[in-house]
Each structure stands twice: as structure tokens, then as C-alpha cells.
């Protein structure tokens, strides 16, 4: 008795995924499958950031953790100009936002930082950095969009809501009894205001560590937020600080290296522990 076997073929499922903005044609990208498993894939000719491709999910490259360097990632082509007081022109003594190596690939990017608006929290990054966006050059190394919605939720929760800004109704009270026992009660406003930048300064490093430890290391990257302090002078000779602050991540590891042995601050860096203030050498970035 002769058995017949016939080959019945299966089709593959397809899956439609949406390309990060700001990727070309060869970058590659991080995408969360249904499963809840990672899969990297390779932007198509002819396609673009933006742009939505249709994939078998067995094409799929699962994303290995911690096996791979870094891919080469391109600069980001759609990023404008700095203006002349804005990080890296002409007038800002700060970092540019991109820095590349000798083959003109990103090293490491430097995302401008806002601690607080004058009346309240703000958004730690531009705009175009923030979710459902995704800094193009993050994307390139592996970074999901689910990862960098994740980590800029933890920021707004843990980080951000500790700094209120100065125009809250305790800072203006404060102000007013300080002018009213002429200045004599300004070491319990110092203390006060150290109190609360320090807890802010904990959980801005424990963000940090976090990031790094689940989503930065294990592809080969690293970041630490960091500042410059420029001082110049007024008609009577007063004193006026300016401040440019950034989150710096490394996307080389001879860029990684050089991050980790580089300091928190630059520039200009107070020390007011006398008079119950803070030493701001303590801090990860410029209060």
C-alpha cells in the first residue's frame, strides 16, 4: 500500500510596521512585534522615515542583546541649523548636538535639556525629540520606540514633576517674608531649596541608571546628563549665570569610554554649603 504525501505550503503572517521619522534607505530599526518580542529590520530603497512596510514576521531579525557593536549611525540630515544662542552656534559656547567621528558617523548625541519653565514642569526635550517621536540616530541604534516612550514616562513621573518652577505660590511667599526679616531668613530658604534639588538630583540618577542598565548598555551605549555654566558680568559688575544642559548618549564605544571619564558640570560650579546652599560640584547637572 503506497501512501501518498502531499507538501501543503503555509503562508508566512504578514506584519505592516511604520518606519521611525528621520531614517533613509539602509538604517536599520527596532520594532516591537505582537508577541511582545523585538525584531530589527532594514529600511527598503525607496522608503523612508514615516513610511509604513508590510514584512513577513518570519523575516524577522530577534533583537540579541549584548552579541553585536553598534551599527554605524548616520546624522540626522533633517535637523536644522542651530540658531546663534542655541547649542552649538556661534554664540553658545555649549556642545553641538551631534558629535561624529572620523568617517562621519554619530559618536554621540548631545539632547537639550529644560529642567522647569518659569511656572511649572516642563518637557525634559524639544518637541521633535519627544514621544511618539524618537530621535532618528536612536532609532538607527536599536532603540524601540516602546523603549524611549517608557524611559520619557519614567523621566515626566519621576523627574520632571519634582521641579515646579519659581512661580508657585511658596516660591513667591518665600521671596516676600526673606525681603520682609530682611534677608535673615534666607539660610532656611537656602536649605529648603537644597532639600528639594537634592531629591530632584537622586532621581535624576537613578534614570539614569536605569536607562543604561535596560535599554543603553545591553545594545553597547551609555548616557549621563551633564551642563556648562558660563558667567558673564553686568554694567556694575553683578554676576550673571547662563546654563546650557543636555543629556549626552553614546552610541560608540570609544565614545562611551570617553563619556564615563567625563564630569557632570562644567564651567562655572558654585559652592554655597556654607550658608546651608549647595555644593553643586554633588549634582549631576547644574540646578
Known amino acids: 500500500m503506497s501512501v501518498e504525501v502531499t507538501a501543503v505550503a503555509v503562508a508566512e503572517p504578514l506584519v505592516e510596521v511604520d518606519i521611525p521619522k528621520g531614517l533613509r534607505p539602509g538604517d536599520l530599526f527596532v520594532i516591537q512585534m505582537p508577541d511582545g518580542n523585538e525584531s530589527q529590520f532594514t529600511v527598503p530603497e525607496g522608503k523612508s522615515g514615516g513610511?509604513?512596510?508590510?514584512?513577513?514576521?518570519?523575516?524577522?531579525?530577534?533583537?540579541?542583546?549584548?552579541?553585536?557593536?553598534?551599527?554605524?549611525?548616520?546624522?540626522d540630515m533633517d535637523a536644522k541649523k542651530p540658531g546663534c544662542l542655541e547649542q552649538g552656534g556661534c554664540c553658545n559656547p555649549a556642545p553641538p548636538s551631534e558629535q561624529l567621528d572620523a568617517e562621519g558617523n554619530v559618536a554621540l548625541i548631545r539632547l537639550t535639556y529644560k529642567i522647569e519653565d518659569a511656572c511649572?514642569?516642563?518637557?525634559?526635550?524639544?518637541?521633535?525629540?519627544?514621544?511618539?517621536?524618537?530621535?532618528?540616530q536612536l532609532a538607527q541604534f536599536g532603540v524601540s520606540e516602546h523603549e524611549w516612550a517608557s524611559a520619557i514616562k519614567r523621566l515626566e513621573a519621576d523627574v520632571q514633576s519634582l521641579r515646579s518652577g519659581a512661580c508657585t505660590a511658596g516660591c513667591w511667599a518665600?521671596?516676600?517674608?526673606?525681603?520682609l526679616?530682611?534677608?535673615?531668613?534666607?539660610?532656611?530658604?537656602?536649605?529648603?531649596?537644597?532639600?528639594?534639588?537634592v531629591a530632584w538630583d537622586?532621581?535624576?540618577?537613578?534614570?539614569?541608571?536605569d536607562f543604561n542598565d535596560k535599554v543603553?548598555?545591553?545594545?553597547?551605549?551609555?548616557?549621563?546628563?551633564?551642563?556648562?555654566?558660563?558667567?558673564?558680568?553686568?554694567?556694575?559688575?553683578?554676576?550673571?549665570?547662563?546654563?546650557?544642559?543636555?543629556?549626552?548618549?553614546?552610541?560608540?564605544?570609544?565614545?562611551?569610554?570617553?563619556?564615563?571619564?567625563?564630569?557632570?558640570?562644567?564651567?562655572?560650579?558654585?559652592?554655597?554649603?556654607?550658608?546651608?546652599?549647595?555644593?553643586?560640584?554633588e549634582l549631576c547637572m547644574h540646578p
Open 181 to 197: 526679616s530682611l534677608g535673615l531668613l534666607c539660610p532656611v530658604f537656602c536649605a529648603m531649596h537644597k532639600k528639594k534639588v
Open 120 to 136: 511649572g514642569k516642563s518637557e525634559p526635550f524639544s518637541t521633535k525629540h519627544m514621544p511618539p517621536n524618537i530621535p532618528s
Open 51 to 75: 513610511d509604513k512596510i508590510t514584512v513577513a514576521a518570519a523575516t524577522s531579525v530577534p533583537v540579541i542583546q549584548g552579541t553585536a557593536l553598534p551599527p554605524p549611525i548616520r546624522p
Open 202 to 209: 537622586a532621581a535624576f540618577r537613578a534614570w539614569q541608571a
Open 174 to 179: 518665600g521671596a516676600c517674608i526673606s525681603l
Open 216 to 281: 543603553l548598555v545591553p545594545k553597547g551605549g551609555f548616557c549621563k546628563s551633564q551642563s556648562l555654566c558660563w558667567v558673564t558680568y553686568g554694567p556694575k559688575g553683578e554676576k550673571q549665570r547662563h546654563y546650557a544642559r543636555w543629556v549626552a548618549i553614546a552610541l560608540q564605544p570609544h565614545a562611551v569610554t570617553h563619556l564615563k571619564a567625563e564630569p557632570h558640570l562644567f564651567g562655572d560650579i558654585e559652592n554655597l554649603s556654607c550658608c546651608n546652599g549647595l555644593n553643586e560640584v
